[in-house]
């Protein structure tokens, strides 16, 4: 069948708040339907900008544009679950009374663009293209044999004009879909015209191209019923919700949401300070890394990506993040990112791809896709997640503009794989699993980080167990004062309670790689840390820093007192090399 579009407007009632109806369709229904649909890889809202002229008042605020590669896809039970429950949430089926929707499903025609159109789903374009109008124009004709005269028009004469006017990027022509026409009804025509934000569609050629003796003739004997509408580009949706404005509303008291559905897994924290929205990215090979996103409401923020070490879940950056926002009020223009590296939870059933760094560094970069981040400003990690950043930093530097590797190396110590091997033992001799402890699935997952996807592992599955996790966090903290708090016991629970099977699955990815030779070609921003009570890693990762091209070497800082994961112990000392990192 024919490609086309979903092209749907909508106007909310008085009685529901922008910032209710812009949470629910940027957070929940945009995001659902790319997550959910294979068939829909994009999704464009619109805001009119023509609301104050004659005849328009009453018309619909809001445009939405779905493009999808065959129509058919409509009248499949893959989308048509999206409309009913249980996908179907009921925040939605409350919220939509108070919404009026106008629904049209549009085939392909024709289409006609620029050199400089480039597609608005493009990542390093989109933040120019913010400020583009849509012109829609929508025709219904008198008669059939009409038809001919409106292609002729279009094609000899309006297009031509239209494209001549500065700032035209593309023309796309469409005709009700065939999905809708089998039941009878006049064929409506919808044309779609972008212009660039500096275009001249109000000056003397945009009105010549609609006041000509043709188009008057055509308007008047051929034509029935026509409108048309102007849009300025208000948002493009992705895959994983990200929209924080309307949560920080203090006008407006928002609630917060929780979908626990597998297929959704969003929640919001509404806050007049710092909001956040926890969800889930799925990978092209089916895996869920859930993530955290907080801090300024401003979609165009930069973006700072944490990414952990192994065994442990997003739980150790709460005092980084914290100390971070309230240092300065210069920092909450930041967003902060930070998601559950893939070796959490048992990804067996969805995953059987062997873990590499690579493999982290091309999660990290699905991340910033599903979240249309075209580059993080810096991204930070830990031990594992630092030898991450580095990949992902030396690999990606349009995606990763700074990064700071934190207690790491460069290539896989030697001996990794049988230093490991001898912890998976201990853990397989101790047998713990999720039932043995149920704590795992209740009180503990919302203080470890783990609350968003926990509920999805069995009870009868293997974890880690609390003799590894002892002698894996005594190891990362040697200070006896730091061990008696209560932050030591909760990032080793962290450990006790993460998947056997995804730590020995994970774990692998240290037992091979080397980065040095790519360290010596970076010409980008980055910079390291170390606890200078992590073993040899100082050392180490002073010849790290001096391998790094970039101007001549990089920036070791050693946070003194400190062992393997410093923003855990001293996350001030952690934020101020940050800081120093992105006025590089």
């Known amino acids: 069948m024919a490609p086309g579009i979903l092209y749907v407007t909508m106007q909310p009632s008085s009685t529901l708040s922008s910032s209710h109806f812009q949470d629910w369709y940027n957070n929940e229904h945009g995001p659902l339907r790319l997550r959910l649909s294979p068939s829909i890889t994009n999704g464009f809202r619109y805001r009119a900008i023509d609301l104050d002229q004659p005849g328009n008042k009453d018309k619909d605020e809001y445009m939405a544009i779905y493009d999808l590669p065959d129509m058919s896809y409509l009248n499949t039970p893959d989308y048509l679950k999206l409309r009913e429950g249980p996908v179907q949430s009921q925040r939605e089926r409350d ?20 050199e400089a159109f480039q597609p608005l789903e493009t990542l390093a374009v989109e933040n120019k293209q913010e400020d583009n ?112 404005k309307p949560l920080a509303d203090t006008n407006v008291k928002i609630a917060p949401y929780e979908n626990t559905a597998p297929f959704a897994r969003t929640r919001t ?24 996103l907080e801090g300024s409401t401003d979609s165009d923020a930069p973006v700072i990506v ?7 879940t997003w739980g150790i950056w709460d005092g980084f993040v914290t100390s971070f926002f309230s240092k300065s009020e210069e920092n909450k223009k930041y967003r902060i990112l930070r998601y559950n590296s893939r070796g959490r939870y048992n990804t067996s059933s969805s995953s059987t791809e062997r873990i590499t760094i690579d493999t982290l560094a091309s999660d990290l970069i699905a991340i910033l896709d599903a979240l249309r981040i075209p580059c993080a400003a810096a991204a930070v990690g830990v031990s594992l997640g630092g030898a991450t950043v580095l990949a992902a930093g030396l690999q990606h530097p349009n995606r990763i503009a700074h990064f700071l590797s934190c207690d790491t190396s460069a290539s896989a110590p030697k001996g990794n794989a049988a230093t490991w091997g001898e912890r998976i033992a201990m853990a397989e001799k101790e047998g713990k699993t999720r039932s ?57 629970d962290m450990v006790a309670h ?73 996350p001030g000392e952690v934020v101020d090399a940050v800081v120093r990192l992105l006025g590089a």
């Not at 924290?269 to 993530?291: C, F, H, Q, R, W």
């Not at 069995?458 to 974890?463: H, L, N, Q």
């Open 95 to 114: 919220i939509r009374p108070d919404i009026k929707i106008n629904r049209g499903n549009f085939d392909f025609l024709r289409e006609s663009k620029s």
């Open 133 to 244: 109008i849509v012109v829609a124009a929508t025709i219904t004709l008198k008669y059939p044999s009409s038809l001919p005269h409106l292609q002729a028009w279009y094609e000899e004469e309006h297009l031509s004009m239209l494209s001549k006017i500065p700032g035209w990027l593309r023309s796309r022509q469409f005709v009700t879909s065939s999905l809708d026409s089998a039941s009878g009804g006049a064929l409506e025509y919808l044309s779609l015209h972008e212009y660039s934000a500096s275009n001249e569609y109000f000056g003397p050629l945009g009105k010549a191209a609609s006041s000509t003796p043709r188009t008057k003739d055509i308007m008047q004997n051929h034509v029935s019923s026509g409108s048309r509408r102007i849009f300025k580009r208000f948002y493009t949706f992705g895959p994983a919700p990200r929209c924080l």
């Open 269 to 292: 924290m509404p806050s007049d300070g710092l909001p956040a929205i926890e969800s889930y990215v799925l990978t092209k090979d089916n895996v869920k890394l859930p993530y955290r």
């Open 306 to 312: 944490l990414v952990n070490s192994i065994l442990v």
């Open 436 to 492: 043995s402890d149920a704590s795992s699935i209740t009180s503990l997952a919302s203080s470890l980080g783990d609350e968003l996807l926990v509920s999805e592992q069995t009870p009868s599955e293997p974890i880690v167990g609390d003799q590894l996790a002892e002698a894996t966090a005594s190891r990362w903290f040697p200070s006896e004062d730091f061990r008696k708090g209560d932050e030591y016991k909760r990032v080793r």
């Open 498 to 570: 993460n998947s056997l099977d995804g730590f020995k699955a994970s774990v692998q990815a240290l037992w091979e790689y080397d980065y040095t030779e790519l360290m010596g070609e970076y010409k980008g921003k980055g910079m390291f840390l170390v606890g200078s009570e992590d073993g040899k890693l100082p050392g180490s990762m002073k010849g790290m820093a001096e391998k790094l091209a970039g101007s001549g070497g990089s920036e070791l800082v050693v946070v003194q007192g400190a062992g393997h994961l410093p923003m855990v112990e001293k």
